[in-house]
């Protein structure tokens, strides 16, 4: 948190709130010092008013002090003075007394006298009943309430008192442009014309045309969105103020809708700019969700405002990103505000093989084989694959290279995608031959299926993610569409391997839990989302929250048919299990010659194994 100016209008420099409420008391205690001065001796003794006209009577007062209400007289007793006091009397008498009476060791009277009581001058009393005390109390208060803030900061939990603390600071000269971003090239084009209307709002106010206010920036994690937003701010040239959504809601309900406020004056400054919002969707969720958030609603509120607010042809340009659209409330979606939406998607082939490059760029390199490398990826977004690449100059290095080669790329997928190698798990010879055989089985029934994808790569080296072996398949293209046969297919090659300990070594083991796991989903979402079971026809019995968040799912029919649902996933996997342990049983021979070769040499690629299947089939 940024330092607090020191107030101007107060020169006793404090460090801490408590010295501050110290200075104050030893303040007051030093007026009280000023205004009721006592008489020096610290032996004083009250008495009253008889034996003090009895000490005068007796001739043992040697003089004597009137002030305004009281009477100090020091008393020789036994040749030491003491000093008593006593309360002014009316009487009338007091001086004729004093001027008759005998002081004790001088052979004159008691030496006596009034005291005039000194008037302060009016303009000190203002001064020091008025003023001074209210300096004092202004001081404390200005220390007290700055600890306060000072604790805000350090995330401490007291009421807010001021304006909204952090600053949001523009980030000028921006180096990211277009040409970082890979793919996405519908996003590029949308934005390009946002690019445009900063580099030249006049060229749009003079026909009239406004830009949108907002476009909001929607896919999966990893696909570049903060990415392009920065290179929007690059490409224009413009001030980028970035700030998260999460960052608006904190524990203070009013800070977040200060902090809008803020922004958009920053930003009101410093056009034409960008203002680039985070994962908006902490801030913009929909606010009719059962539990409310003041705080958060009071910052969409103030966002919503703030938007409407200004001046659409000023040039203010404001980005959002979420993953979760659906999420988000209506009010933030219609037209004047984010009515401008860029889809970030998952990069295909090309956009996979364009990524690669822009981030092979930044690495020495030999001569890579891209497409082997971005069919391999199939699924991956573009942090995946940036982190594929920086994985492999890694590996590289290890290697004691000084450029990255495509089998650098290759075992890098491999590490991204299923973990490290596990080079000191030791698998017993037992152990060993189950997985080759395990892993032979989901390759052969993948092999003896039309419609599945060839296999690439067979290993039964230990992955850190715990995968004993793993059997990779890469599809030829790119696939938009898949057909029931070829879903049904690949439930069969998962259930492949679990066949082949079965038909093998009569057999199960713990082998097959991520299998079974993926074979089941993919089979509920054959009967619930795909209309791909007689039964059920065309129902949806099932709707995706969070697409773009691994997608769970919720069931949107009866209990009944819910359990109806599960005997038809059943049904499926159990005609997909008989079909893989048949293929299995029809080609022992090529599962014993391919595990053999398997275990002999760990890792053996497509070509190898499909050369023992097709050697064996002659
Ligand atoms: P998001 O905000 O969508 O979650 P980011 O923009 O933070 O994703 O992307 C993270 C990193 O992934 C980027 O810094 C970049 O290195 C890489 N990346 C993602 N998408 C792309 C792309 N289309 N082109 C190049 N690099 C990308
Ligand atoms: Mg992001
Ligand atoms: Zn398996």
Redo the contacts with the bound molecule.
């Keep these: 948190m940024e330092k607090q100016k020191k107030p101007s209008n107060s020169n006793i420099s404090v460090q801490n709130p408590y010295v501050g409420f110290l200075l104050g008391i030893l303040i007051v205690l030093f007026l009280n010092g000023l205004l009721f001065p006592n008489i020096g001796n610290n032996r004083i003794l009250s008495t009253d008013y008889v034996s003090f006209i009895e000490k005068v009577d007796g001739g043992k007062v040697k003089n004597v002090v009137i002030k305004s209400n009281e009477i100090y007289f020091t008393v020789d007793e036994d040749g030491k003075n003491v000093v008593y006091k006593t309360g002014l009397t009316n009487d009338p008498q007091l001086v004729d007394r004093l001027l008759k009476a005998d002081s004790p060791n001088e052979s004159h009277k008691i030496t006596f006298n009034q005291i005039v009581p000194k008037e302060n001058s009016p303009i000190l009393n203002f001064f020091l009943f008025w003023v001074l005390p209210g300096l004092i109390f202004y001081i404390i208060w200005r220390r007290t309430s700055k600890s306060i803030q000072a604790r805000i900061g350090a995330g401490g939990n007291f009421m807010s008192i001021g304006n909204s603390g952090a600053k949001i600071y523009a980030e000028s000269d921006i180096k990211t442009t277009f040409a970082d971003v890979a793919g996405q090239d519908e996003a590029k084009e949308t934005l390009t014309e946002i690019v445009d209307f900063l580099h030249n709002p006049a060229k749009y106010a003079e026909v009239g045309a406004t830009l949108p206010k907002g476009a909001l920036l929607v896919g999966p994690p990893g696909t570049g ?2 990415l392009i937003a920065r290179a929007v701010a690059g490409e224009a040239k413009v001030p980028f103020f970035a700030i998260s959504g999460s960052e608006f809601v904190q524990m203070f309900v009013g800070m977040g809708a200060a902090k809008v406020r803020d922004l958009f004056k920053q930003a009101g400054e410093k056009a034409p700019c960008i203002i680039f919002i ?2 908006i969707d902490a801030i913009g969720k929909r606010r009719d969700t059962g539990m409310g958030n003041d705080e958060r609603e009071q910052t969409l509120n103030q966002l919503l405002t703030e938007m409407d607010g200004f001046d659409g042809q000023k040039g203010v340009v404001i980005l959002a ?1 979420t993953n979760r659209p659906e999420s988000l409330d209506k009010a933030l979606l219609r037209p004047g505000r984010f009515d401008r939406r860029v889809q970030m998607e998952l990069p295909d082939l090309e956009g996979r093989k364009a990524i690669l490059a822009v981030h092979l760029q930044k690495v020495k390199h030999d001569d890579i084989d891209m497409d082997i490398v971005a069919r391999a990826t199939a699924g991956s977004s573009g942090a995946e694959l940036a982190n594929i690449v920086n994985e492999a100059a890694l590996r590289a290095v290890r290697m004691g290279r000084k450029y990255v080669t495509t089998s650098d790329l290759e075992e890098s997928v491999e590490t991204v995608l299923a973990g490290a190698q596990k080079k000191n798990a030791v698998l017993s010879a037992d152990e060993k031959k189950l997985v080759a055989y395990h892993e032979i089985g989901h390759a052969l029934v993948a092999a003896m299926q039309t419609h599945s994808a060839p296999v690439h790569k067979i290993t039964i080296i230990p992955r850190t993610s715990g995968a004993l072996g793993y059997t990779m398949q890469v599809d030829s293209g790119e696939h938009f569409l898949l057909d029931r046969n070829e879903l049904f297919n690949r439930i069969v090659t998962l259930t492949g391997g679990r066949s082949a300990e079965e038909v093998v070594f009569g057999a199960v083991t713990t082998g097959a839990s991520n299998d079974i796991e993926q074979a089941t989903k993919l089979a509920r979402a054959m009967v619930t989302r795909y209309g791909m079971s007689e039964k059920y026809d065309m129902m949806g019995l099932e709707t995706v929250n969070n697409a773009y968040l691994g997608g769970d799912s919720s069931l949107a029919c009866s209990a009944v048919t819910a359990s109806d649902i599960d005997r038809e996933v059943l049904r499926v996997i159990k005609d997909a299990h008989a079909k893989a342990r048949d293929i299995i049983t029809g080609h022992l021979d090529v599962m014993h010659k391919a595990a053999s070769f398997l275990i002999e040499k760990e890792t053996i690629t497509g070509e190898e194994f499909m050369k023992i299947v097709r050697d064996a089939e002659k």
Excluded: H, I, P
Aim: charged fraction near 60%; hydrophobic fraction near 20%; glycine fraction near 0%.
């Design positions: 969105k903060t985070d994962e990103a």
